[in-house]
């Protein structure tokens, strides 16, 4: 009795002063990674773990013991002979966590766990498509996956034997007598396509002005992006197919229209999502004649689409100016997209595009107008700007610009044929060049 009683009191004292310290320094949480629910409610034979509004609840006098590890492999860090860390793998994904001392409860860890940014390898394989349009059409039907579905969170009720969506997100039209529902009104097909085709639009835009004229450039960072762009093209002849890709899946992870605003954890979930489904996408493309050279390119794309969760990547912008312009091309391309929503700002729209890009010495201070100086940039924002509009008008969908409020038929009928929706865009590209040159 004496004996548990000192262990006791150990472990007590030890606990109280790691927190002690931990609370002293103010360092950072501490992190691992763990698996799923199913390998969670194992720990300990689950007596002593429980999850609660995505907090694994941990007691620190977990003792070591073997626990169940089917198929996985599971790493268990102690301090003596409690535990510190867990780190587990899976073919599927990894999930990162947190954990911390608790000041009421000494004994108890809170881990905050979210999905992790690694890229893992894939065992499947693709070849590149022969040529441009096979490649739009083949991403178009990558991502239509997941923007065919309906929200996993909008409203439902059940109806008999099934359950019927309530959500303001979900329109349907009949077309010569043929029914068609669209899931995602805002973030849907033609979104995740049409961002694909913006992005790739900056990049020629950059190009050509730049090799035509470089002294049109006066801002620094405007000149400095173009060149970068540039410099891509003599170093990567797959460039804006890969830069399509990664702006094609930004939107791909959404369950539902909460805003960054209105519910940033949950936003954010949506967002590290968008990044794995690309991930997802990109590894079929890694062999030989593929489109990325390996995973280390892919986490690169894969860090570029985020945005809000930008910090949580293993990747430093600072320190990667690929990330950083990869980064600036792919959020403009999702702003230029904006035009679609008619109770936006299309002056702050065009505003925040040239921003994204080239930084904030293009535009005044206190207002959502470029600066005279910049016109090299004005002239490159009203192409795009212009472009948009047209992607806009073949696609059915409504314009703040021309103040167009409902779809149009090709809205639906686009929204359920991947491969007729990005000829539509081809086509548009074809017939309505843009000259940057003048």
Not at 53 to 76: A, D, F, H, I, Y
Not at 252 to 281: C, Q
Request: charged letters at 25%; proline letters at 5%; one cysteine or more.
């Amino acid at each position: 009795m004496k004996r548990v009683t000192h262990v006791f009191l150990l472990i007590t004292t030890y606990c109280t002063t790691l927190f002690s310290l931990e609370h002293r320094t103010h360092s950072a949480p501490r992190r691992c990674h763990i698996l799923n629910d199913s390998i969670i409610n194992r720990i300990c034979e689950g007596k002593q773990v429980s999850i609660k509004e995505n907090k694994l609840m941990v007691s620190s006098g977990c003792p070591k013991t073997n626990w169940p590890t089917p198929s996985v492999r599971l790493q268990k860090k102690y301090i003596g002979n409690y535990l510190q860390s867990i780190t587990t793998s899976d073919p599927e994904d990894i999930y990162t966590c947190e954990y911390e001392l608790i000041p009421a409860q000494p004994k108890l860890i809170v881990i905050n766990y979210r999905p992790s940014m690694l890229v893992r390898p894939s065992k499947e394989a693709i070849k590149l498509p022969a040529n441009k349009y096979d490649w739009s059409a083949s991403l178009a039907i990558a991502i239509n996956s997941y923007f065919k579905n309906p929200y996993k969170h909008d409203p439902r009720i059940k109806v008999g034997k099934s359950f019927r969506i309530l959500s303001s997100n979900v329109i349907s039209r009949k077309i010569n007598g043929k029914w068609y529902v669209v899931y995602r009104k805002r973030h849907g097909l033609l979104h995740g396509a049409r961002q694909g085709f913006l992005a790739v639009d900056i990049i020629e835009g950059l190009h050509t002005m730049y090799m035509n004229n470089p002294s049109d450039f006066t801002a620094p960072s405007a000149r400095a992006l173009a060149k970068w762009v540039v410099k891509q093209y003599k170093q990567d002849p797959l460039f804006k197919q890969k830069v399509e890709a990664a702006a094609a899946f930004q939107r791909t992870g959404r369950e539902s229209e909460a805003s960054s605003s209105s519910n940033p954890k949950l936003y954010n979930s949506y967002e590290r999502t968008d990044a794995r489904n690309f991930a997802k996408f990109a590894q079929k493309y890694t062999r030989k004649n593929a489109l990325f050279g390996g995973l280390e390119e892919i986490q690169l794309y894969k860090e570029a689409i985020l945005w809000s969760t930008a910090d949580e990547g293993i990747i430093d912008e600072n320190k990667n100016e690929d990330l950083k312009y990869l980064r600036k091309i792919i959020h403009a391309s999702h702003i230029l997209d904006l035009r679609r929503l008619p109770d936006f700002d299309a002056k702050r729209i065009k505003s925040t595009v040239a921003e994204q890009l080239f930084g904030k010495e293009v535009r005044a201070e206190e207002s959502w107008e470029i600066k005279p100086e910049a016109s090299d940039v004005l002239k490159l924002i009203d192409k795009l700007w212009d472009r948009a509009g047209e992607y806009l008008e073949g696609t059915g969908d409504r314009d703040v610009v021309t103040q167009r409020t409902t779809f149009g038929d090709k809205f639906f009928i686009l929204s359920q044929t991947p491969t007729l929706l990005t000829e539509t865009l081809h086509t548009i590209r074809e017939t309505s060049p843009i000259s940057f040159t003048n």
